[in-house]
């Protein structure tokens, strides 16, 4: 078994392995949807770091080199916060990825992650 799965070994008949370039799509047709971001070790089985949800903002490069898609979160705009809540994009970390569920789920390869992206 691989140690270190990728979701295109997912069960999904309609799944559909995205590039850097259909990930970045992907993610701009989400802008301004209200979404839940998982963030999951990818390890058999895979094991749920985190999960957070909110509305998806339009991409920065203000937090350059990485893309930026914030993610308005409940509290967001109290003050005092120290961290944009949000997804960053790493070129250099990205694997091959995956749509699936009818493209209303991204799979998301970093490293040792993947971020998963679903609209609510």
């Known amino acids: 078994m691989d140690p270190n799965p ?14 850097w370039d259909g990930v970045v799509a992907a993610l701009t047709a989400l802008e301004g949807s209200r979404v839940a971001v998982r963030i999951v070790e990818r390890s058999e089985p895979e094991t749920l770091v985190a999960v957070f949800r909110g509305h998806l903002g339009a991409p920065t490069h203000g937090k350059h080199p990485t893309l930026f898609w914030p993610v308005g979160a409940a509290g967001e705009d109290e003050p005092g916060n120290v961290e944009d809540t949000g997804i960053h994009l790493h070129r250099d970390r990205f694997h091959p990825s995956v749509a699936s569920l009818g493209r209303t789920v991204l799979h998301i390869v970093q490293g040792p992650v993947i971020v998963n992206v679903r609209g609510v």
């Open 6 to 19: 990728t979701p295109a070994d997912r069960d999904d008949a309609d799944a559909l392995e995205l590039s």
